[in-house]
């Protein structure tokens, strides 16, 4: 029986580190704590019906990202994107902080289209990411703060956000075992602390379904990996794109990295 566990500690114990990507001089933490800063990762969850390739973010009306797709979590990345395999994070300030997706005009930094803008209000330096989900008019916007504090060797601490606009809720499932039911759009499963003994290194999988249907349906979308727990990790699962669709806006199962060893 797998075991669930709540975390009530915020305490984060690792150094931050820091690096300059070349893109801009903003710099990129790890995880740790930064005083006086906070941690922003912005996951581009949405699914066009063109997959655009020159997306950049910026941030307080400044370019901090290169281009990018969908399906990308930055900075960092994680499994089943087109993101790296880092837990990075932006350092941002504390405060309100605006937030946009835009396309500019060719080889320049000025804005062609702004495809979204929001702002997020930073209270303290707990890691968090902003996923971005639909399209057009109906972009919308989670923050959702990663829990990456005193996470044991042996166990894989797993949150899921249900981005996927066309399915109101899903059924979260690991295995074929159902992990968290009735999971809403926008919504999250909570963070879940899963032994990896004996799962760590073979390939699991995890898959959502429509809430309510039946274990033995047809997935909504699944994807099986053997990075899909892995101990002393901090790991976001993420539905995305439009059920049964194809091209652009296929349906993902997706992880972004919340804190790496």
């Known amino acids: 029986m797998i075991k669930y566990i709540m975390p009530l500690a915020l305490l984060f114990v690792f150094a931050s580190c820091k690096k300059n990507t070349g893109v801009t001089n903003q710099p990129y933490d790890t995880y740790g704590n930064q005083a006086n800063k906070g941690q922003l990762k912005v996951n581009l969850a949405f699914a ?22 969908s399906r990308t979590p930055f900075p960092g990345g994680g499994y089943n994107t087109r993101g790296s395999n880092f837990a990075l994070y932006m350092s941002v300030p504390l405060g309100t902080n605006s937030v946009s997706i835009v396309m500019p005009k060719f080889n320049t930094n000025t804005d062609s289209v702004v495809l979204f803008n929001t702002n997020v209000n930073i209270t303290d330096n707990t890691p968090q990411t902003l996923h971005l989900t639909d399209t057009a008019a109906n972009m919308k916007s989670v923050l959702v703060k990663n829990n990456i504090a005193n996470i044991e060797s042996g166990v894989c601490r797993f949150n899921f956000v249900h981005l996927m606009p ?19 759009y926008l919504g999250t499963s909570g963070a879940m602390d899963i032994p990896v003994i004996n799962v760590s290194g073979v390939t699991t999988t995890w ?36 059920a049964t669709a194809t091209g652009a806006r296929l349906p993902y199962l997706a992880l ?6």
């Open 48 to 69: 066009y019906a063109i997959d655009y390739a020159n997306l950049r973010i910026k941030l307080n009306g400044a370019y901090v990202s290169n281009l990018l797709q």
């Open 166 to 184: 066309n399915v109101p809720a899903v059924d979260l499932y690991l295995n074929g075992t159902l992990m968290k039911a009735n999971i809403p």
């Open 207 to 242: 898959a959502i379904r429509a809430a309510g249907a039946a274990a033995t349906s047809a997935a909504l979308v699944s994807y099986a990996s053997s990075n899909g727990l892995q101990g002393g990790l901090a790991l976001t699962g993420f539905s995305m794109g439009y």
């Open 256 to 261: 972004t990295l919340d804190k790496h060893q």
